[in-house]
């Protein structure tokens, strides 16, 4: 995770401990912190709880020293259980924490329907086959988080009239994106930035950082013909 996105997510959290319409009380943590209060982020992360307490878990790694104290003894708690909320895990079973704990967003991308992180999203995977054929999603106008080495094209068609944005980064308020945004808003490119060289030739980055090749070309970056694969299309 980059530190702006940390940034971003914490001090969302932080924004939203108070008393705000709709609100849960939730006690909020990150690896050093925890704050309760009053807020409306409650699905993003994991859900931590014991028999005596409840904790949300922001992205983030978390071993047995974590602080505060209070934390460090939920998570090695013998009653604890973890669930991870939508996007952070392939797995929505309720487990026993096991340290040391990375908390992080699977690969590709999750779009909430308010600002700030709110409500209940809904998660994106990013494509992992040659063969896989992205179809434009439509994206609710409140906030996304993209997995790391995730970068994300939206576009926007307002009356006719098309606009397109990548992002490489979180957004904590879709309303705030060039106003050429506004209008209907899909998600129409969903790519992994970790291969470098990037790929050629219409191959994949995998979540490993190597190009998956289509069929007749090889190299790092699918940039050379396969043996028996021959001119500009390795054909």
Not at 51 to 65: D, E, H, I, K, W
Not at 118 to 131: C, E, K, R, V, W
Not at 215 to 229: L, V, Y
Request: hydrophobic share 35%.
């Amino acid at each position: 995770m980059t530190y702006s996105l940390f940034s971003s997510i914490f001090f969302a959290a932080l924004n939203t401990i108070t008393v705000v319409k709709a609100a849960q009380t939730v006690t909020v943590c990150s690896a050093g912190e925890c704050l309760t209060g009053q807020s409306n982020i409650t699905r993003l992360g994991a859900a931590l709880n014991t028999q005596s307490n409840a904790y949300l878990l922001l992205p983030g790694q978390y071993t047995a020293n974590v602080q505060p104290t209070a934390l460090s003894q939920a998570l090695t708690s013998a009653t604890a259980t973890l669930t991870f909320t939508t996007g952070f895990s392939n797995s929505s079973t309720a487990t026993s924490p096991s340290l040391p704990l990375n908390v992080a967003l699977q690969p590709g991308l999750l779009n909430y329907p308010s600002d700030l992180y709110t409500g209940d999203p809904s998660f994106i995977a990013l494509p992992q086959s040659i063969n896989s054929t992205f179809t434009p999603t439509n994206i609710n106008r409140g906030s996304i988080i993209l997995a790391a080495n995730t970068v994300a094209a939206l576009e926007a068609n307002n009356n006719g009239a098309k606009s397109r944005v990548v992002l490489w980064d979180t957004v904590p308020f879709i309303s705030q994106l060039p106003y050429t945004m506004a209008g209907n808003l899909q998600l129409v490119s969903l790519l992994s930035s970790s291969c470098s060289p990037p790929c050629s030739n219409n191959a994949v980055c995998s979540v490993g950082g190597s190009c998956i090749c289509p069929t007749g070309f090889t190299g790092a970056s699918c940039e050379e013909c396969s043996p028996g694969f021959y001119g500009p299309q390795c054909t």
